[in-house]
């Protein structure tokens, strides 16, 4: 394998995307699972579907159109929920379907044959090309600066939004600001997952963290780390066995994710039995 991502280009792109996804992941993940974001994130990702089809009816790039789309879901949701008082899962449910049925509609009113969208709905580590790694460098970089920038206003707003609000901090703005910051990881993650996929690995890291470290650094490290170890094994799995990447990457978190939960429900019920019987 070694070998191989030494001699062959896609191979090192497919690296480097993963590393990418799981810096992203690590960091926006641990946030999404704190203030339980896991199906807003959804919705999200899954309104890109529409950006991705308008990119094949115009003929630019589609991951761009996702790009547009989600950004647009993410600051839609968030405006609706804040001033119409609306319920959260209602428009996380319209903006879900309404993103897939726009992507549907604009494939079916290109000529000829329609494109193969596999890549984009479960993805394809090992097709990411030197102009999607362009937009992921970009987009993970703006996302790591502006998290250690207001690093000491994110947890305040984590742990007590409320406090956090009476000493002066900008709530709303944090809320906007993470739907954004949500919404660029997704794109981040299309790529390598895909839109179907993209919760599997933007939660699972976050919350196997979670048996690591009670601290927010600690837990976006760990993340990161786990992050790392999903995509790189996803990888190499998805190499030797001819599989789907991304179905390798999310089958094998999920898997370590269930593994770790029973540990902690195992050890859980032996601490109880140990105190029932002192």
């Not at 992203?24 to 339980?36: F, L, M, P, R």
């Not at 890549?119 to 998290?147: C, E, P, Q, R, W």
């Not at 998805?238 to 370590?256: F, H, K, Q, R």
Request: with cysteine.
């Amino acid at each position: 394998m070694i070998h191989a991502i030494i001699k062959y280009q896609f191979l090192q792109n497919a690296v480097l995307a993963g590393l990418l996804a799981s810096i992203v992941c690590g960091i926006i993940g641990v946030i999404i699972v704190e203030k339980k974001l896991v199906m807003m994130s959804g919705g999200i990702a899954h309104t890109s579907y529409g950006g991705v089809g308008l990119g094949y009816l115009l003929g630019f790039e589609p991951i761009l159109g996702a790009f547009a789309f989600s950004v647009g879901a993410a600051l839609g949701i968030g405006f609706i929920r804040r001033k119409w008082g609306a319920r959260s899962d209602v428009i996380i449910g319209m903006f879900w379907s309404l993103g897939m049925a726009l992507g549907i509609l604009f494939i079916s009113l290109m000529e000829g044959y329609p494109p193969d969208l596999t890549s984009y709905l479960f993805g394809n580590i090992l097709s990411v090309t030197k102009s999607d790694l362009h937009l992921m460098i970009g987009l993970s970089i703006a996302v790591v600066l502006i998290i250690i920038a207001l690093f000491n206003d994110w947890k305040s707003y984590l742990f007590d939004e409320e406090f956090a609000s009476i000493i002066g901090i900008k709530t709303a703005l944090l809320e906007y600001l993470l739907l954004v910051l949500t919404a660029m990881t997704v794109v981040v993650l299309i790529r390598v997952v895909g839109i179907i996929l993209v919760l599997s690995l933007l939660t699972t890291p976050a919350a196997v963290a979670e048996s690591f470290s009670n601290k927010l650094e600690g837990r976006m490290v760990y993340a990161i780390v786990l992050g790392n170890i999903f995509c790189f094994a996803g990888l190499w799995i998805s190499y030797i066995t001819n599989i789907a990447s991304g179905a390798s990457i999310v089958i094998l978190s999920v898997l370590c994710y269930l593994l770790c939960y029973g540990i902690r429900y195992a050890n859980k019920k032996i601490r109880g039995s140990r105190m029932a019987n002192a």
